[in-house]
């Protein structure tokens, strides 16, 4: 039995479905269901009693005791967060609340639960962190990828928030001897991604006939990883890896936006062909505040010490992402709400064509 959190968001969801075909054993997940979570993620397990879906939030540390002291899990896969730097920018109170403070929270039920344990559960017990590349900041091209020694340097509130919780995870190994890992990882993209992210937004602007958003020149690099590498590696890192640690997870994909858009274009233009080149939709915008230039992931600890790499090609991993959305019009159509028309008004109507 494990505990996850934020298992109805993008992620969080995919590895719930990927533990329940790869492990099998039982899993309470805990989501408030904010915009960004979607219980119908998870319908194909709404007969699976080994799913056990609990709507609260991380930061309510009665609910959290309750669950951990019914269940027993014995890790805590942590997701759970505000996840957007756009909505970091314009609002960043929301990411301080649920990314520190929620982690607090959390952490301090874990804790209570953990401590009370009896050996060998207690040090077999794992606070799994999942935690994300934006808190090392931004490299330039030549610099080295980064690697778990990286300085933190979190730009956006997003990747502030970020860090600060992966501060208090380290601190709860460090001080208390809790058995935490903390995973840092790259760009994640594939099915069930909220259509606010670059690839998602892209795709569902594509086929509508919409402007294609490139902020800035479209220089800006990511490295890309499949959201179903990412899950494996999450599954190692609880199986195999050493408390107190942290690990890397990239998907060695770096490509820039541009490249990243053409690329969508070219898939759409054959799967789903419009008359005219998708990419003449696209269109320069106003750049973000503070955007960091690249991420890039160094994924040599992970794959040394617990013999995982990323699978996926891009350009294959891209083909499935575009085909999925195209097979899901109706979850796209469900989850883009009056609340996503309102965020999409908010976002990108002050960014005049640069
Ligand atoms: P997401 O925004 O799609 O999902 C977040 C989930 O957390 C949602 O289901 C939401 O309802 C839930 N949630 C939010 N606040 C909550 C609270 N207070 N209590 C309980 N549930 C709450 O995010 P994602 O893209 O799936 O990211 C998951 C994790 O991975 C996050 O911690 C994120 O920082 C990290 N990460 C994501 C990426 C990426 O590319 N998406 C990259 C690196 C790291
Ligand atoms: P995003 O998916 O928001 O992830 P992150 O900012 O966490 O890396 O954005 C990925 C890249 O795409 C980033 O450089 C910003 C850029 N981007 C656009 O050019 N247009 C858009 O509409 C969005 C959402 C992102």
Redesign the pocket.
Known sequence: MILV????????SNFVLDWMAAEGSPVVN?????Y???AENLASLSKDVRHVFVQ????DRALVSGLLDKHKPEAIVH??????VDRSILGPGEFVQ?NVV?TFNLLEAARAYWSALAEPAKSQFRFLH?????VYGSLTMSDPAFSETTAYAPNSPYAAS?AASDHLVRAYHHTYGMPTVTTN????YGPL??PE?LIPLMIRNALQGKPLPVYGDGKNVRDWLYVGDHCSGIRAALKKGRPGETYNIGGNSERNNLEVVHALCEILDELHPSGAPHAKLITFVKDRPGHDWRYAINATKIKNELGWQPTEKFESGLRKTVQWYLNHSQWVENVTSGAYRNWISQNYEGRSAA
Do not use: R, W
Not at 30 to 34: A, E, Q, S, V, W
Not at 185 to 188: A, I, L
């Open positions: 959190t934020g298992g109805a968001g993008f992620i969080g805990l989501d408030k269901l904010t960004a979570g979607n609260g939030d991380i930061g997701f759970a967060a505000e996840s957007h649920t929620g999942v935690s994300t590349d934006e970020k990882c790259s760009n994640n991604q909220f992210k």
